[in-house]
Nanobody
Framework: QLQLVESGGGLVQPGGSLRLSCAAS????????IGWFRQAPGKEREGVSC????????YYVDSVKGRFTISRDNAKNTVYLQMNSLKPEDTAVYYC?????????????????WGQGTQVTVSS
């Protein structure tokens, strides 16, 4: 089985922090491009961040630059999304997605594997 499982979501006040995890089973994330996406209520799912497989370069949508950090822990076969200075507009279901070794992409159909998502709610 090739699976991705997100965890770490929850309710947090504006300005707070959460760390999301994307744990893989059945394959090694070291050889995959990993993207984080989110879908807010009533909106289309959008790309948030990505980490490449070839060089570990990282990418972020403008709205989260300076606040979110994506990273890998190959020993744990897990990718993280550290989210700081959270805003109400960050409220969404967050998904991780993976594709074979290569460069990052914001095109959702390009990703072959998806997790089920974890809810992040930012509210006072």
């Amino acid at each position: 089985q090739l699976q991705l499982v997100e965890s770490g979501g929850g309710l947090v006040q504006p300005g707070g922090s959460l760390r999301l995890s994307c744990a893989a089973s059945g394959f090694a994330l070291d050889y995959y491009v990993i993207g984080w996406f989110r879908q807010a209520p009533g909106k289309e799912r959008e790309g948030v961040s990505c980490i490449s497989s070839s060089d570990d370069n990282t990418y972020y949508v403008d709205s989260v630059k300076g606040r979110f950090t994506i990273s890998r822990d190959n020993a744990k076969n897990t990718v993280y999304l550290q989210m700081n200075s959270l805003k109400p507009e960050d409220t969404a279901v967050y998904y991780c997605a993976a594709n074979r070794q290569g460069k990052c992409s914001w095109r959702q159909p390009w990703y072959g594997y998806w997790g089920q998502g974890t809810q992040v709610t930012v509210s006072s």
